[in-house]
């Protein structure tokens, strides 16, 4: 009979190990063995010391999902027979968006939409001025390269968010290299408008778009989501900082976006929430009604001043900045169809299926399937399905 010498907590989906884990016995201090590890990209292992005493125990997990999100929880376990089941003495990190995280991404989200736009606007509305288009685009790429470079260092490379936002860092960087080139020699600035295009895609193929099990039409949705915000940027900076710029093709490109994007929208909102109901009573509904009441905001005020093309403009840019603050936290919020439906009480047909005494373990499903605990004082969030056990050479130990 020996006490677990590790935790091994398995996700349906590739992660990385985050920050905040810890093993104690409650009470006392640290019983970690190492640094956690991650196995067969799926498993994290927080190794413990070996030969524990007789007590209750705590650990701490944490790991950042391969869509940037970072998850926590915790369990309790105790070693020694006739132990009554213990309460865990840690608490899971912090995992909702920070104030650093939100920056972050309205960084990239403000590069991103002003680069495409501008890069759509001049396509479309081929102003004179190209020195100034040129110097646009690439302070924006240059804004979406920091935005995206900070967002690497927070979720790291091995990670399907982390590795799509180093390359959108790279496609930046070479779009504001074109477009500077482009002050000097003009003959490069429709190059640089074409490649700017393609940063359209980084936030669809980074987040939850691509999530396993959903169809690829969200994808595309997604990216027509983000052309069309871009279109629409694009025109009003075009009449803000563009004065020589053609007015009437300027407002068609606005115009023309704005149903793309409450379309597409549309489509997004029905892949990622499972119910109406989840608009009030979640955070990730909050949020994209949060978002939805600014759109309808930033067009009223637009119509409330379009007598003054270019004072419209900047009341719209500026409501468009308030509204990547929304974007930014909703992007960073667990959708609906990942919200498991738990199940306030089991009967008698539900039993609960765990293994044997020495070796027990919580199944937790996605969406909106039940939970199955089989200790009530194991605590995980309905993220993954998971699994949490001692080590197969534990036994007699309870966890």
Same mark, same amino acid.
Request: proline share 6%; aromatic share 4%.
């Given at each position: 009979?020996?006490?677990?010498?590790?935790?091994?907590?398995?996700?349906?989906?590739?992660?990385?190990?985050?920050?905040?884990?810890?093993?104690?016995?409650?009470?006392?201090?640290?019983?970690?063995?190492?640094?956690?590890?991650?196995?067969?990209?799926?498993?994290?292992?927080?190794? +413990?010391?070996?030969? =524990?005493?007789?007590?209750?125990?705590?650990?701490?997990?944490?790991?950042?999902?391969?869509?940037? *999100?970072?998850?926590?929880?915790?369990?309790?376990?105790?070693?020694?027979?006739?132990?009554?089941?213990?309460?865990?003495?840690?608490?899971?990190?912090?995992?909702?968006?920070?104030?650093?995280?939100?920056?972050?991404?309205?960084?990239?989200?403000?590069?991103?939409?002003? %680069? #495409?736009?501008?890069?759509?606007?001049?396509?479309?509305?081929?102003?004179?001025?190209?020195?100034?288009?040129?110097?646009? =685009?690439?302070?924006?790429?240059?804004?979406?390269?920091?935005?995206?470079?900070?967002?690497? *260092?927070? #979720?790291?490379?091995?990670?399907?968010?982390?590795?799509?936002?180093?390359?959108?860092?790279?496609?930046?960087?070479? #779009?504001?290299?074109?477009?500077?080139?482009?002050?000097?020699?003009?003959?490069?600035?429709?190059?640089?408008? #074409?490649? $700017?295009?393609?940063?359209?895609?980084?936030?669809?193929?980074?987040?939850?778009?691509?999530?396993?099990?959903?169809?690829?039409?969200?994808?595309?949705?997604?990216?027509? *989501?983000?052309?069309?915000?871009?279109?629409?940027?694009?025109?009003?900076?075009?009449?803000?900082?563009?004065?020589?710029?053609?007015?009437?093709?300027?407002?068609?490109?606005?115009?023309?976006?704005?149903?793309? +994007?409450?379309?597409?929208?549309?489509?997004?909102?029905?892949?990622?929430?499972?119910?109406?109901?989840?608009?009030?009573?979640?955070?990730?509904?909050?949020?994209?009604?949060?978002?939805?009441?600014?759109?309808?905001?930033? =067009?009223?005020?637009?119509?409330?001043?379009?007598?003054?093309?270019?004072?419209?403009?900047?009341?719209?840019?500026?409501?468009?900045?308030?509204?990547?603050?929304?974007?930014?936290?909703?992007?960073?919020?667990?959708?609906?169809?990942?919200?498991?439906?738990?199940?306030? &009480?089991?009967? $008698?047909?539900?039993?609960?299926?765990?293994?044997?005494?020495?070796?027990?373990?919580?199944? &937790?499903?996605?969406?909106?399937?039940?939970?199955?605990?089989?200790? %009530?004082?194991?605590?995980?969030?309905?993220?993954?399905?998971?699994?949490?056990?001692?080590?197969? *050479?534990?036994?007699?130990?309870?966890?």
């Amino acid at each position: 009979m020996r006490p677990p010498v590790e935790v091994r907590v398995v996700f349906d989906d590739v992660v990385r190990a985050g920050p905040g884990i810890a093993a104690i016995r409650n009470g006392g201090g640290s019983i970690l063995a190492g640094r956690a590890r991650i196995e067969g990209a799926r498993t994290l292992v927080v190794p +413990l010391r070996r030969g =524990l005493p007789d007590g209750d125990y705590s650990v701490r997990w944490s790991i950042v999902s391969d869509d940037g *999100h970072l998850e926590s929880g915790v369990l309790a376990f105790a070693v020694g027979t006739g132990r009554a089941a213990p309460l865990a003495a840690l608490a899971p990190v912090a995992t909702g968006p920070s104030a650093g995280s939100v920056a972050e991404r309205w960084l990239l989200y403000a590069g991103i939409l002003a %680069a #495409v736009g501008i890069a759509l606007f001049a396509l479309v509305a081929r102003p004179e001025d190209e020195e100034r288009v040129a110097l646009i =685009l690439s302070a924006a790429a240059v804004l979406a390269a920091v935005g995206a470079a900070e967002e690497v *260092h927070r #979720v790291g490379l091995a990670t399907r968010d982390g590795r799509t936002l180093g390359a959108g860092f790279v496609a930046a960087l070479v #779009v504001a290299t074109a477009a500077a080139a482009a002050t000097l020699d003009s003959r490069a600035l429709r190059p640089a408008l #074409v490649l $700017a295009l393609g940063l359209a895609a980084v936030p669809a193929l980074a987040g939850h778009a691509l999530d396993p099990g959903l169809s690829r039409v969200n994808v595309a949705a997604d990216v027509l *989501h983000v052309a069309a915000a871009s279109a629409w940027t694009g025109a009003l900076i075009g009449l803000v900082a563009l004065p020589g710029a053609s007015r009437r093709r300027a407002s068609r490109l606005a115009l023309g976006a704005v149903p793309v +994007l409450g379309a597409s929208g549309a489509v997004r909102a029905s892949y990622e929430l499972t119910r109406a109901s989840q608009l009030w009573s979640m955070s990730y509904g909050r949020a994209l009604l949060v978002k939805t009441g600014l759109l309808l905001v930033v =067009l009223a005020a637009g119509w409330m001043v379009r007598a003054r093309p270019r004072g419209r403009a900047a009341v719209e840019l500026a409501l468009l900045a308030l509204l990547l603050v929304a974007v930014s936290v909703l992007v960073q919020l667990r959708p609906g169809r990942n919200a498991a439906a738990v199940s306030p &009480q089991r009967t $008698a047909a539900e039993p609960l299926a765990c293994s044997s005494s020495s070796r027990r373990q919580t199944n &937790q499903p996605i969406a909106t399937r039940k939970t199955s605990v089989c200790s %009530a004082f194991i605590r995980m969030p309905p993220r993954f399905w998971s699994l949490t056990a001692e080590s197969p *050479h534990s036994r007699g130990a309870r966890s």
